[in-house]
């Protein structure tokens, strides 16, 4: 069973920064694509950044590129995700989610992850 743990949120004045860390229990790391998604209330869950197993390749969403980056750490079994020039509208719930075998045009669905975390709030003040 893969577990993952998320830590780093908290609250963060407008152009603030935060980093993000989630912790990915198992032996099979390396195996996984995982993604960040975030969710505010009365939103859907939507796909903030991905890392995949081969490569290490990133991808993100719109609304975040050029502002947050993801890294990975297999040594550690933890990715990161950086947070830069934050607004409010960046509030919410952060998941972490990790999958297998999710091929490259799916990378951007939740629906393709098969663990996640039990998320982190972020809150952005302006």
């Known amino acids: 069973q893969v577990q993952l743990v998320e830590s780093g949120g908290g609250l963060v004045q407008a152009g603030g920064s935060l980093r993000l860390s989630c912790v990915v229990s198992?032996?099979?790391?390396?195996?996984?694509?995982v993604g960040w998604f975030r969710q505010a209330p009365g939103n859907e869950r939507e796909f903030v950044a991905a890392?995949?197993?081969?490569?290490?390749?990133?991808y993100y969403g719109d609304s975040v590129k050029g502002r947050f980056t993801m890294s990975r750490d297999n040594a550690k079994n933890t990715v990161y995700l950086q947070m830069n020039s934050l607004t409010p509208e960046d509030t919410a719930v952060y998941y972490c989610?990790?999958?297998?075998?999710?091929?490259?045009?799916?990378?951007?669905?939740?629906?393709?992850?098969?663990?996640w975390g039990q998320g982190t709030q972020v809150t952005v003040s302006s």
């Open positions: 890392i995949r197993q081969t490569g290490g390749h990133t």
């Open positions: 198992g032996r099979t790391f390396s195996t996984y694509t």
């Open positions: 989610a990790a999958g297998r075998g999710i091929i490259l045009s799916s990378t951007f669905s939740a629906r393709q992850y098969s663990y």
